[in-house]
Nanobody, 123 residues
């Protein structure tokens, strides 16, 4: 069982940056693959990025490659999403999620979810 709590969302102008954090509670946090998803109004939840237990494997959606960076600190039970050069189309609720299965980019394969944090990018 893993409990996830996101923070760091907010309002930023296009071209700006935000760093999202996801604090996890649970005895086996370091075993899990952590991912970030986002959901804009009227749209399906979409994959943003994922990181494996060691941080050695990373995966990104094409829409955020080169702008977003996912990282984790197992000693702090925390995963981060650094978002640079933000665009209005990045506006969404961002969710942290956990799974034991690598290589899946659909929400169905993630077992634990946070409550989400709103990111709004103004033009």
């Amino acid at each position: 069982q893993v409990q996830l709590v996101e923070s760091g969302g907010g309002l930023v102008q296009a071209g700006g940056s935000l760093r999202l954090s996801c604090a996890a509670a649970g005895p086996t946090f370091s075993s899990y693959i952590l991912g970030w998803f986002r959901q804009a109004p009227g749209k399906e939840r979409e994959f943003v990025a994922a990181i494996n237990w060691s941080g050695g494997n990373l995966d990104y959606a094409n829409s955020v490659k080169g702008r977003f960076t996912i990282s984790r600190v197992n000693g702090k039970n925390t995963v981060y999403l650094q978002m640079n050069n933000l665009k209005p189309e990045d506006t969404a609720v961002y969710y942290c999620a956990a799974t034991l299965r690598w290589g899946f980019t659909t929400a169905y394969f993630y077992d634990y979810w946070g409550q989400g944090t709103q990111v709004t990018v103004s033009s």
